[in-house]
């Protein structure tokens, strides 16, 4: 179970760097095997997104909303919409790319013992958690891979759960150059950001009575449903406890901020793709989503960077055998 006590200013008896003797217990072997299903299954989900490509063309429908959309009309994503196809190639690329080898450094680590690897690991499965949700609960149009989607988004999930359950943060102190302020202000300030950001087209089309611009052949906003329902309310929690100077906050803030650093490479390579499938953009929507995500990446970088170099190893750790 995970403790919320104070993190800062505690005396810790271990010596950072020391061995660790590892343990092997039912809940660390259980993450361990469904963080690996997660990353495997996501791998496949990702690599049959970028190689099933199919020999059909761009293919123009009308939305039961009256609306004339153009949807991919080939490959896997042949019945999504040109910016939709766009993201899930965008984020097969992530997840092959950086998010799968990421798994592996922190499932590696977690396996050795370490709590660096324990809070690593939660950060990586809260991106794989996010990914599977996508796919699964409806920002992707069903295809072939459904039941892949679903698998994936279960194990990584209930992985995530465990992962966290099992981190007792009794067992790990906080050096007290730890810029706690700022990563408190930072996990705030994000979720104040995200809140704005997505409540500008729901208020509008309130407003306005028009559907949304992109929501085209979906049928509910899921992106900005599962941010604003999910996201903002954690984020600001994680803040929150920081301020607090509660460790609990820590090990919610790492569950979001691997999430965060990724979102930037996403964006550009979303963005490319959807240029070179024919949508055209202002440049004010190319250079604004860019910078402000590649800002906020690599202050969440910079943030995980501090949490995990001010973090103390505890004398004994558990780690799947």
Do not use: C
């Amino acid at each position: 179970m995970v403790n919320s006590n104070v993190l800062s200013g505690r005396e810790s008896h271990a010596t950072p760097g020391a061995p660790v003797a590892p343990q092997a217990t039912a809940p660390a072997q259980l993450v361990f095997y469904l963080s690996a299903a997660a990353g495997l299954l996501s791998a496949i989900a990702a690599s049959v997104g970028l190689l099933w490509r199919g020999d059909g063309g761009v293919v123009s429908v009308t939305t039961i909303r009256g609306q004339s959309v153009e949807l991919l009309g080939s490959g896997l994503y042949q019945r999504d919409t040109l910016f939709v196809a766009g993201n899930n190639l965008s984020s097969d690329v992530v997840t092959l790319a950086l998010a799968v080898p990421l798994l592996a450094l922190a499932l590696y680590r977690y396996r050795r013992g370490s709590l660096r690897g324990h809070l690593l690991l939660l950060g990586v499965l809260g991106y794989f958690v996010y990914f599977g949700a996508t796919y699964a609960l409806g920002a992707v149009a069903y295809n072939d891979l459904f039941l892949v989607y679903v698998a994936m988004f279960s194990a990584s999930l209930f992985a995530f759960v465990t992962a966290f359950a099992a981190l007792d943060t009794d067992a790990f102190v906080l050096s007290p150059r730890t810029p706690r302020r700022f990563i408190g202000g930072f996990m705030v300030g994000s979720g104040a950001v995200t809140l704005a950001v997505w409540l500008v087209e729901p208020i509008a089309t309130l407003r306005t009575g028009a559907p949304p611009a992109l929501l085209d052949t979906y049928t509910t906003l899921f992106t900005h449903a599962l941010d604003l329902s999910v996201i903002v309310p954690t984020t600001v929690t994680a803040g929150v406890l920081i301020l607090r100077r509660r460790a609990l906050g820590y090990a919610i803030a790492m569950s979001l901020l691997v999430l965060e650093a990724l979102l930037m490479p996403l964006i550009a390579i979303a963005t490319v793709t959807q240029l070179r499938l024919g949508l055209s953009f202002d440049p004010g929507e190319i250079v604004g989503p860019i910078a402000g995500f590649t800002a906020l990446a690599v202050v969440a970088i910079a943030v995980v960077r501090a949490i995990l170099k001010n973090v103390v190893q505890p004398p004994s750790a558990v780690v799947a055998p």
